[in-house]
């Protein structure tokens, strides 16, 4: 009867960590700007966007990442003011420790000066996306 109960309280468990994912994946949340590290063209490897840039940290294996990075590429490709900078977590450990990056994919979005404002874990919205890129660079999206 023990084994029963372990089964229960085991799923129980998953099924309440699943729920809490579902609830905080892909959200974006506002980044504390003054305590906020700012990134450059040289230390990412590519230029900044004239209004926002999105940072996106990737895996190889990771399969929301790739999800992701369509969306953030679609997002980006209608405005050149906006661009959309995929790191590898791997090979860019520096940041990866700098940033507290503990999951991907991870966006950061930086405003024009390259502060970050915004973090975004977990499969990115579209919805919540655009209303973060809407809140940074003063400006409706596409």
């Known amino acids: 009867m ?10 129980a468990l998953a099924l309440a960590f699943g729920g809490y994912r579902r609830l905080t994946d892909g959200r974006v949340r506002a980044v504390a700007t003054s305590s906020a590290p700012r ?8 230029e900044l966007g004239s209004d926002a840039t999105f940072v996106q940290f990737s895996s190889a294996v ?4 790739r999800a ?8 980006t490709g209608t405005d050149p ?4 900078v995929d790191l590898d977590a791997e ?5 990866v420790e700098e940033f507290g990056i503990t999951r991907t994919p991870t966006v950061l979005l ?13 499969a990115a919205r579209r ?13 409706a999206a596409a």
Not at 2 to 11: F, K, L, P
Not at 39 to 46: E, F, N, Q, T, V
Not at 91 to 95: Q, W
Not at 110 to 122: N, S, T
Request: aromatic share 2%; glycine share 8%; hydrophobic share 50%.
């Open 68 to 75: 992701t990075h369509r969306l953030l590429a679609e997002v």
């Open 127 to 139: 919805a919540d996306v655009l209303t973060a890129l809407e809140a940074v660079s003063g400006r």
């Open 62 to 65: 990771c399969a929301p990442c």
């Open 91 to 95: 090979t860019h450990l520096d940041l």
């Open 2 to 11: 023990t084994g029963v109960w372990i089964v229960v309280a085991a799923v």
């Open 39 to 46: 990134l450059d063209a040289s230390r990412l490897g590519s």
């Open 81 to 84: 003011k906006v661009a959309h």
């Open 110 to 122: 930086l405003d024009a000066d390259g502060v970050v404002q915004r973090r975004i874990v977990g």
